[in-house]
């Protein structure tokens, strides 16, 4: 800044100086794996992990079970009551003005559950009942040369909403609180683990 006026001094003043940091863009991208395997054992627990490929600045992490959010804000997921053919995402956002395609979704693993029992489905289902299925309020569980078994429901998400341990061969179970929908029933016995999906109508 200069100036003509007469009683100026000095006549000529300088700023501070200002330095502008020009960021580049970053382009939001994630890809997502899982330990031990996408093939486990009723039960065993998996760990699904998110990379943050390009390393975006301020990542928010949504997990997603069959598009059901859930887990928690952060790069790792785990469940132990996976079911089969759930299938597991995440999406990855920020806050950051310099990210671009944000949200970004990654890559989907299916999982393949197996009952794992050591005996053929064959033998193990047939020593098993359910009914009736479709079920409006009670369902009836009646085992073959069984006793003391633990009897499980979970929801959709493989969530455990019922547990119960049976000493006879035969049980009835009380729907009628539940919504409609899919639920699976799970049994364990000394012999293993075997699930059965039960549809819930109104």
Do not use: H
Not at 51 to 61: E, G, I, K, L
Not at 155 to 161: A, F, H, P, Y
Request: with cysteine; hydrophobic share 35%; glycine share 4%.
């Amino acid at each position: 800044m200069t100036s003509n006026a007469n009683c100026a001094n000095p006549t000529t003043a300088t700023s501070n100086t200002i330095t502008i940091s020009v960021t580049s863009n970053v382009q939001a991208s994630l890809s997502i794996s899982v330990s031990p395997s996408s093939t486990i054992c009723a039960g065993d627990n998996a760990t699904f992990t998110a990379t943050n490929t390009n390393s975006v600045p301020s990542p928010f992490y949504q997990w997603k079970l069959n598009n059901i959010n859930v887990g928690t804000n952060s790069s790792t997921y785990s469940n132990s009551n996976l079911l089969n053919g759930n299938q597991i995402k995440c999406i990855l956002s920020s806050s950051s003005s310099c990210v671009v395609g944000s949200p970004a979704t990654s890559n989907i693993i299916s999982m393949t559950v197996n009952t794992c029992t050591g005996i053929s489905d064959f033998d193990f289902n047939d020593k098993i009942k359910f009914f009736p299925n479709p079920v409006k309020e009670k369902l009836i569980v009646q085992f073959e040369n069984f006793k003391n078994f633990e009897i499980k429901l979970l929801n959709v998400l493989g969530k455990e909403i019922y547990n119960e341990k049976i000493s006879d061969e035969k049980t009835e179970i009380n729907l009628s609180e539940y919504g409609e929908g899919i639920y699976f029933l799970s049994v364990e016995t000394e012999e293993g683990i075997t699930r059965r999906k039960i549809f819930v109508v109104r």
